[in-house]
Each structure stands twice: as structure tokens, then as C-alpha cells.
């Protein structure tokens, strides 16, 4: 049996603000938010003008505002977007048409480790190499140190 859907045909025009707990499917126009805690589909009548939040997303109409996904967001052919989005890393994609101007951002930032983390982590994998590139007398190395001093 398939879950129950909410749908918002292209005749609807809301302004303010879209909660559902399961699935959306809109093809009107809102001036507002959209918060979905499952799939939200934007079809190819519909002109969205605010936020949508939601678990992930088809678009295939016009968007202009920020959308934020914790799994997924497909831009169909005929989706256009202006504004920025976030999702996680991998979680998005534009098919052939799909149309996206704006700021792509990941949200799982925060969990990636920063770069000096990464460099000391690495540095206690191999505590017997010699961390001062100077000392390194081999060619390969010799050769990227000339090229650095030349610049």
C-alpha cells in the first residue's frame, strides 16, 4: 500500500507556510515556506518564492529561495533554482536541463575534520618520517623543493 500523500494542485496559491509530516507533492504557487519531514516534490507547474526544508526533494518547476535536504535533492529537466542549497555530500543532482544558480552547501561541514587534524593524525601514523622537509635528501623531493624556491 502506498503512503498517503498531501497535494497541492496547480490552481492553489498559498502564502505562508506548508508542515506536513509525509509526503508533498506541489504544483501551485506559494509565497512562503515549505517544511516537509519526508519527500517533497515541486512539479513542473509550480512556482515556489520562499524556503523549503524537507528529508529530500524532486524538483521540476521554479524555485527561487533556499532549500535544505538531510538526504537528497534531484533537479528534474524542467527545475529551476535560484538560491542556495544545502544538502549532504553526494546528495544532490541536476539532470540534463535542470537549471541551478546560487550557493551550493554541505551540511556535514562541521563534521569533517579540519585540516591541521588531519595533518597531526597522520603525523602519529608515521612517527619515524621526518616531518622537516629539508632533511629529505631524495630526489623526487629535491626536485619539488627547487621548484617552490624558484617561485
Known sequence: MKEPFSYFAPDVEIEGKIVSEG????????????EGKA???????AQIYGEIQAQSMII???????????????I?????????ITAPPGGISISKGGNFQGALRS??????PKLEDLRTS???????ENTNSSADTSPQHQDSKDISEKK
Open 39 to 45: 519527500r517533497v516534490i515541486i512539479g513542473t507547474s
Open 23 to 34: 509526503p508533498v507533492r506541489f504544483d501551485g504557487i506559494c509565497w512562503g515556506t515549505i
Open 76 to 84: 528534474l529537466s524542467q527545475g529551476k533554482i535560484v538560491g542556495e
Open 107 to 112: 551540511h556535514s561541514t562541521s563534521e569533517l
Open 60 to 74: 521540476n518547476g521554479i524555485i527561487e529561495g533556499d532549500l535544505t535536504s538531510s538526504q537528497s535533492i534531484a
Open 122 to 128: 597522520q603525523q602519529s601514523m608515521n612517527p619515524t
